[in-house]
């Protein structure tokens, strides 16, 4: 059966597991120049309805460096844009290529697209969850902690998809997460039940203060996600307060990370001397979208 990464949930601990120890090899034999051809003839279609950096070169460059290939497709520039049926772009997508990742206005475009694709559909960002995203964060924590079951991770900032997919998370790592958001941008109390229904450890707080004391990673991201922009001013104003900086991150265990998927906008969610400091592993962070995203297409390609 074809295996579709649709949520940081569809993916199993062990299969967690596997892709962190993948990646990190990778990473090893990148670093050594060693060569692979383990998606050799094979090609990701990567659809897009909003901008990217990460995700598109990441993928773009992880199928090269697999053997594969890789075409960006821009949505506007395909019949979609036009009103061809997803699920008609799904049938021909699959006769072409090996595996398609989308980065979606809605949740339910990817959907739809896994629904009526016989190959694997890897969710590149939608509004619900970033899950690609996580695997790169959680490579990340474990590359500088070690272990990461146990560690304290909070949230601080909008309640949005990469939030729901750390949340998520905990229930594959271990990890306790904290969460604090302004009032009306709080992540969905059933992403949250939903994890800790599958023992997920995960706990709201009051203040961004309350949530960073005793963790070991501080998580932020933008107030405006792509699709948010007409709210601009209102969002300003309802995050007042919620800047991950210098004073935040002092109420933090004192040899505390700070996580950050980027596109950073220094003065609103983090400030620059800490994305830019030295408890800053956003650098790291985006580098290992690339290791994590091979292991991934790895796991999901190689016959
Ligand atoms: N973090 C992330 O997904 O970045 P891009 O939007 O640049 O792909
Ligand atoms: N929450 C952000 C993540 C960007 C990678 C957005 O959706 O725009």
Redesign the pocket.
Known sequence: MKKDFLSILDITKAELGEILSDAERLKRQKRAGVPHELLRGMSLAMIFE?????????FEVGMHELGGHALFLNAKDLQIGRGEEIRDTARVASRYVSAVMI?ANRHSTIEELAQHATIPVIN??SDLE?P??LLADILTIREHFGDVRDLNVAWVGDGNN?CTSLVLSTALTGMSVTVSSPKGYEVDQDIISRARTLGGKVKTASSPAEAVKDAHVIVTDTWIS?GDEKEREKRLAAFRGFTVDDKLVRHAAPDARVLH???AHRGEEIAGDVLDGPQSLVWDE?EN?LHAQKALLVKILKK
Not at 50 to 58: A, D, E, G, L, V
Request: proline share 5%; charged share 20%.
């Open positions: 909003k901008s990217s950096t990460r995700t598109h070169i990441s980065r590149g960002l970033h690609c995203q990469v792509m998927c980027l596109p985006a979208r």
